[in-house]
């Protein structure tokens, strides 16, 4: 089973910038999708972005396109969340979540997660 650490998580002001991490361990070679995902008090796990393991192929929910940037550093099998003008209502617990179906939005199609990593925007 594959192990996702994340980190990075804090408080940031609003319209400010953060970025989250992901470090991948264990079996990693059936993985080909790394993404991300939020859950916010009282709301369901929601998609914010995905990668390929190549880093080639990306995709983003419409709320966080022109804002946030997902990368993938192949070699440290890292997975990163460059997150800018963030505004409190994206206060959530950030989960990074690792996948062999392919670029998805559907939490389903990710068969590990990591612990999560709060990310807390308010003045």
């Known amino acids: 089973q594959v192990t996702l650490v994340e980190s990075g998580g804090g408080l940031v002001q609003p319209g400010g910038s953060l970025s989250v991490s992901c470090a991948a361990s264990g079996p990693t070679s059936s993985i080909n999708t790394m993404a991300w995902f939020r859950q916010a008090p009282g709301q369901e796990r929601k998609f914010v972005s995905a990668?390929?393991?190549?880093?080639?192929?990306?995709v983003y929910a419409d709320s966080v396109k022109g804002r946030f940037t997902i990368s993938f550093d192949n070699a440290k099998k890292a997975a990163y969340l460059q997150m800018n003008s963030l505004q409190p209502e994206e206060t959530a617990i950030y989960y990074c979540?690792?996948?062999?179906?392919?670029?998805?939005?559907?939490?389903?199609?990710?068969?590990?997660w990591g612990q999560g990593t709060q990310v807390t925007v308010s003045s």
């Open positions: 990668i390929s393991w190549s880093g080639k192929s990306t």
């Open positions: 979540a690792a996948g062999a179906r392919g670029l998805s939005p559907a939490a389903g199609m990710y068969h590990g």
